[in-house]
């Protein structure tokens, strides 16, 4: 919805390299520089397989002209949502199962200091504190930066005053400190994240999906499957910063 960058048809292991920065210096005439190292790495994404299985059997079948197309669709959708609840997880993926990264796992782990609890409110000065430390980092901000809340969350600052006595809300017409708001049941209720997405790449190795719906004779169902390999990474954990309620 924002820009996340998603690469389809991928082919063996995307790398991205990662080159530290290096420093010019001022010097008068006829001085020699000094050398500067350079240190380059590299992120790798790893595919991991996201499958789905759905049994159903012949008497629900007939007794449905649209089970099977309804059934189909789930299958797809069940495998977005997946994708989607990774990218905002609380904790990272371990190994060896570790591919689809999250942008919201380091953040929350190292929340910035905020006085939000249940029953009080984050205060302007306290969200605003997410953008100082993130473009402090020398991101950029391009069209995929914004503010990712639960819906509950997203209404709790609709209704929250920048500050006592101003009629001026924290978030106002889907924006807050003129930036977008993106509402989603994906991310926790208890955190408020702040980045830039088009730091992190969904990959869809290989050809496609595989979707098989295969009579099972044994059990008189058809066996719906759908399977697909994947890969989430996050090319720079620092592009994100989070508020993490008591």
């Known amino acids: 919805k924002v820009g996340l960058k998603i690469q389809t048809g991928v082919h063996g292991q995307p790398v991205w390299p990662v080159l530290a920065g290096v420093k010019a210096t001022i010097a008068g005439e006829n001085v020699p520089l000094s050398d500067q190292a350079i240190n380059l790495d590299k992120l790798s994404a790893k595919s991991e397989r996201v499958g789905v299985y759905v049994p159903i059997t012949m008497q629900a079948l007939e007794t449905s002209e649209n089970l099977r197309s309804i059934t189909t669709e789930r299958l797809a959708q069940a495998v977005g949502d997946t994708l ?21 796992a380091a953040p929350y782990a190292a929340p910035l200091t905020s006085g939000w609890s249940a029953s009080v409110a984050p205060t302007i000065k306290e969200v605003t504190s997410l953008e100082a430390e993130v473009l ?56 408020i994240l702040f980045g830039t997405l088009s730091y992190a790449v969904l990959a869809h190795h290989g050809k496609g999906d595989r979707f098989y719906a295969q009579y099972n004779g044994v059990y008189d169902r058809i066996d719906f499957t759908l399977n697909g390999d994947y890969s989430l990474t996050v090319l720079r954990p620092e592009a994100f910063a989070a508020l993490k309620r008591k």
């Open 84 to 104: 989607n609840t990774a990218l905002f997880a609380k904790t990272a993926p371990s190994s060896p199962n570790n591919g689809i990264g999250s942008v919201l």
């Open 136 to 191: 402090g980092k020398e991101v950029k901000v391009d069209n995929s930066t914004a503010y990712f809340v639960h819906p509950k969350t997203y209404c709790m600052l609709k209704s929250t005053p920048i500050e006592k006595g101003n009629p001026k809300m924290m978030l106002e017409d889907g924006h807050m400190n003129n930036l977008p708001v993106i509402s989603t049941t994906y991310i926790p209720e208890d955190a």
